[in-house]
């Protein structure tokens, strides 16, 4: 029988088909069939070569290529079908290579429904273990009657927890934030319905090393803020917040002395006060009003209650009517080194103001939404 070389030149190895293939008076079809066998053939051994390249990486590559592998999604719940745990499925070597780096363990979503809990805890213990100590990025889901089995599961990483996203549904209650001793950033979303009580009480004393808090959904009054400890937020230093009148602004600014970037929107109405208030650290501002329930922000104040020194970026958005006098003003008080100013969607202003921002600040970034209104 003849023979090829199927590590040769495929086009003499085609050729050598062909060639035995006239000889032995080959049909057509049949000599078809077989130059796709070959190229099967070839495609195999390319295939092997680079597979057995792959299996010999060495470890601190493979390594790196796994940590590509993780989802992007900031959380995911541990499933067979999702790295990391599918890569301690594939081979031994994998598996003790994924199980052997903590930083494939660090991120995980968990939920605590009806069913078999035990099962799952098991596996969310089993997972966290594999961190060995690094610190933690954890989303929690807050059902009802659910506090006591999640403390008992997370208790023993408590010292690693540093970023917890917290979702509230209807009837869970409250989590005791200052136990996440090592909690550096915080996120609270909300679902459904009477959570309120549950969210105030969690917040109402934040944890000492804590310094980014967002409030994504629930909208805080001046009352609301009122009733936290006064010292409870003095360590935050980023801040995102809903608000219902802008007379918490002043309040949010007194409780967060240390407070270095804002983004507040919601409901503004008129501040009523005679006092300014300055406050030295906070550098970036970002302000979004609802223009269907919202006074103008010419109207409401805004800029003759504050004295920000150190402001190097303001946006603003959906606020109505600019305040441009106001503002101006606000500016030679403040004797800020304002870097950006952005006027997004829902700001009238005119042409003649934002000229009149580029003479007068030349090292300012500019930037207006073409969309935006003018008058």
Same mark, same amino acid.
């Given at each position: 029988?003849? @023979?090829?070389?199927?590590?040769?030149?495929?086009?003499?190895?085609?050729?050598?088909?062909?060639?035995?293939?006239?000889?032995?008076?080959?049909?057509?079809? $049949?000599?078809?069939? &077989?130059?796709?066998?070959?190229?099967?053939?070839?495609?195999?051994? @390319?295939?092997?070569?680079?597979?057995?390249?792959?299996?010999?990486?060495?470890?601190?590559?493979?390594?790196?290529? =796994?940590?590509?592998?993780?989802?992007?999604?900031?959380?995911?719940?541990?499933?067979?079908? #999702?790295?990391?745990?599918?890569?301690?499925?594939?081979?031994?070597?994998?598996?003790?290579?994924?199980?052997?780096?903590?930083? #494939?363990?660090?991120?995980?979503?968990?939920?605590?429904?009806?069913?078999?809990?035990?099962?799952?805890?098991?596996?969310?213990?089993?997972?966290?273990?594999?961190?060995?100590?690094?610190?933690?990025?954890?989303?929690?889901?807050?059902?009802?009657?659910?506090?006591?089995?999640?403390?008992?599961?997370?208790?023993?990483?408590?010292?690693?927890?540093?970023?917890?996203?917290?979702?509230?549904?209807?009837?869970? +209650?409250?989590?005791?934030?200052?136990?996440?001793?090592?909690?550096? %950033?915080?996120?609270?979303?909300?679902?459904?319905?009477?959570?309120?009580?549950?969210?105030?009480? @969690?917040?109402?004393?934040?944890? =000492?090393?804590?310094?980014?808090?967002?409030?994504?959904?629930?909208?805080?009054?001046?009352?609301? #803020?009122?009733?936290?400890?006064?010292?409870?937020?003095?360590?935050? !230093?980023?801040?995102?917040? &809903? &608000?219902? +009148?802008?007379?918490?602004?002043?309040?949010?600014?007194?409780?967060?002395?240390?407070? @270095?970037?804002?983004?507040?929107?919601?409901?503004?109405?008129?501040?009523?006060?005679?006092?300014?208030?300055?406050?030295?650290?906070?550098?970036?501002?970002?302000?979004?009003?609802? #223009?269907?329930?919202?006074?103008?922000?010419?109207?409401?104040?805004?800029?003759?209650?504050?004295?920000?020194?150190?402001?190097?970026?303001?946006?603003?958005?959906?606020?109505?009517?600019?305040?441009?006098?106001? =503002?101006? %003003?606000?500016?030679?008080?403040?004797?800020?080194?304002?870097?950006?100013?952005? =006027?997004?969607?829902? &700001?009238? !202003?005119?042409?003649?103001?934002?000229?009149?921002?580029?003479?007068?600040?030349?090292?300012?970034?500019?930037?207006?939404?073409?969309? $935006?209104?003018?008058?």
């Amino acid at each position: 029988m003849q @023979s090829f070389n199927s590590n040769g030149d495929s086009s003499a190895t085609v050729q050598n088909i062909w060639e035995v293939s006239r000889k032995n008076g080959v049909s057509y079809r $049949r000599r078809q069939l &077989v130059e796709e066998n070959v190229k099967i053939v070839q495609s195999n051994n @390319s295939h092997r070569e680079f597979s057995s390249a792959f299996w010999r990486l060495p470890t601190e590559i493979l390594a790196q290529i =796994f940590l590509y592998c993780i989802p992007e999604t900031e959380h995911w719940t541990p499933a067979p079908y #999702l790295a990391p745990m599918l890569l301690t499925t594939v081979c031994q070597r994998w598996r003790e290579v994924a199980v052997d780096m903590p930083d #494939l363990w660090r991120r995980l979503r968990l939920e605590v429904r009806e069913g078999d809990w035990q099962q799952r805890a098991f596996c969310y213990d089993s997972y966290l273990k594999r961190s060995r100590g690094r610190q933690l990025s954890l989303t929690l889901e807050c059902h009802n009657n659910d506090r006591t089995e999640l403390r008992s599961l997370l208790q023993p990483y408590v010292d690693q927890i540093s970023s917890l996203t917290l979702e509230f549904f209807s009837g869970a +209650g409250a989590l005791v934030m200052s136990d996440f001793r090592a909690l550096e %950033e915080l996120v609270i979303y909300t679902h459904g319905s009477d959570y309120e009580l549950a969210v105030t009480q @969690s917040i109402a004393q934040l944890p =000492f090393n804590l310094r980014s808090l967002q409030l994504m959904d629930l909208w805080f009054d001046l009352e609301m #803020l009122s009733g936290f400890n006064p010292l409870a937020w003095a360590g935050l !230093t980023d801040l995102e917040i &809903v &608000v219902v +009148g802008l007379d918490s602004f002043p309040r949010l600014l007194r409780s967060c002395p240390n407070l @270095s970037s804002l983004t507040m929107s919601g409901i503004f109405t008129a501040i009523e006060t005679s006092e300014t208030l300055a406050h030295d650290k906070l550098q970036s501002l970002r302000i979004s009003g609802d #223009l269907n329930y919202s006074d103008s922000i010419g109207d409401i104040g805004l800029f003759n209650a504050i004295m920000l020194p150190n402001l190097r970026s303001l946006e603003v958005r959906n606020l109505g009517q600019w305040a441009h006098e106001e =503002f101006k %003003e606000f500016m030679t008080r403040s004797k800020c080194p304002l870097e950006t100013l952005i =006027f997004g969607g829902g &700001v009238m !202003t005119t042409d003649q103001q934002l000229a009149e921002y580029a003479t007068l600040f030349p090292s300012l970034d500019l930037t207006a939404d073409p969309m $935006r209104s003018t008058f």
